[in-house]
């Protein structure tokens, strides 16, 4: 089963954060711990990592996007 990411919550204030780059291509190979996008906050910008090795099948928020944390 794929492995699913989802927009992580490092704040207790937080409610969305801001794609602000993808460091990767759909059908791009990944390793686990590879960076895959970048996401702005009122507070900071990170990157998040892949979860898993596997392969990006999609990119379901397109970079200057809000999305809700899970």
Do not use: N
Not at 3 to 22: E, Y
């Amino acid at each position: 089963m794929p492995a699913l990411l989802k927009m992580p919550k490092w704040g207790l204030l937080m409610t969305a954060g801001t794609v602000t780059a993808w460091h990767r291509a759909p059908g791009e190979a990944v390793r686990a711990g590879d960076p895959l996008f970048r996401v702005e906050t009122d507070k900071s910008v990170d990157d998040v990592e892949a979860p898993a090795d596997g392969v990006l099948r999609r990119i379901v928020a397109p970079e200057g996007e809000s999305v809700p944390v899970s």
